[in-house]
């Protein structure tokens, strides 16, 4: 991981592990608290469908 510093007192923070979510977690030993930072892939924004789908239903 890269390395991150405390946006509260400047001190470099400690990597402490990664979240399923995508952040990884720093812990700053000066201010005592945990920073997340978003690490992961951002979200594909939804497109417009290429084709347009009917939902029919089955009267068999």
């Known amino acids: 991981m ?3 510093w405390c946006p ?3 001190d470099e923070m400690l990597f402490s592990g ?3 979510a995508g952040y990884a977690q ?3 030993q000066n201010c005592r608290y945990r920073h997340d930072v978003y690490v992961g ?3 594909v924004e939804a ?3 290429d084709e347009q789908v009917t939902a029919t239903a089955d009267r068999s």
């Open 26 to 28: 720093y812990f700053c």
């Open 8 to 10: 509260d007192c400047g």
């Open 18 to 20: 990664t979240q399923s």
């Open 47 to 49: 497109s417009a469908p």
């Open 2 to 4: 890269h390395r991150e």
């Open 41 to 43: 892939e951002p979200a």
